[in-house]
C-alpha cells in the first residue's frame, strides 16, 4: 500500500513539474514572439501577442529629474515596430524570473536595446502574462530605460 501511494505521489509531482515547465516554455515563447517579431519588423507578428485592452508603461524621469511613469498604447508601439527595417530594433533579453500560478505569469527581463547597430538603453522589463482560451498574452508591460 505505501508502495502505491508513493508510486501515486510521484506520478502527481511529475505531471505538475511537466505542466509548470510546459507553461514556462510557452510565456517564454509569447516573449520571445514579441522581440522576434521587433527584430523583423513584424507589426503582426507583435500585436498578436498582447491581450485585448493590453497595457505598456516606461518608467523615466523628467526634465525635473523626477520619476514619471509614462504610458503608451500598444498601437503606438506595434506601428513603430511596423516602420522599421529588419534588424533595426534588437532588443536582448535575458529571462530572469518567471512566477505561474494557474492563468497569471509575472516575468522579469533585464534587457539591452540596439538601435540601428548601437546601443541605445538598458534595463529591464516585467510582463503580466494571462493565459486565456488556453493562449498566454501580455496583458502589462512595464520597463526601466538607462543610458
Known amino acids: 500500500m505505501k508502495q502505491l501511494l508513493f508510486v501515486f505521489l510521484l506520478v502527481v509531482v511529475v505531471n505538475e513539474n511537466a505542466t509548470a515547465q510546459d507553461s514556462v516554455e510557452a510565456i517564454k515563447g509569447v516573449i520571445n514572439q514579441l522581440f522576434d517579431g521587433m ?3 513584424d507589426s503582426v507578428k507583435v500585436a498578436g501577442v498582447f ?3 493590453a497595457t505598456m508603461q516606461t518608467i523615466a524621469q523628467n526634465k525635473e529629474g523626477k520619476v ?3 504610458q503608451s498604447p500598444v498601437s503606438n508601439f506595434t506601428s513603430f515596430v511596423g516602420k522599421q ?3 533595426a530594433a534588437d532588443e536582448q533579453i535575458v529571462f ?3 512566477k505561474v500560478d ?4 509575472f516575468v522579469w527581463t533585464p534587457y539591452r536595446f540596439i538601435y540601428n547597430g548601437n546601443f541605445s538603453h538598458s534595463g529591464v522589463n516585467a ?3 494571462v493565459q486565456q482560451e488556453g493562449q498566454w498574452k501580455i496583458h502589462y508591460i512595464i520597463d526601466t530605460r538607462k543610458k
Not at 494557474?102 to 505569469?105: F, P
Open 51 to 53: 491581450s485585448q485592452g
Open 127 to 129: 510582463f503580466c502574462l
Open 85 to 87: 527595417k529588419p534588424g
Open 102 to 105: 494557474g492563468e497569471l505569469a
Open 39 to 41: 527584430r523583423s519588423g
Open 68 to 70: 514619471v511613469v509614462r
Open 96 to 98: 530572469e524570473t518567471i
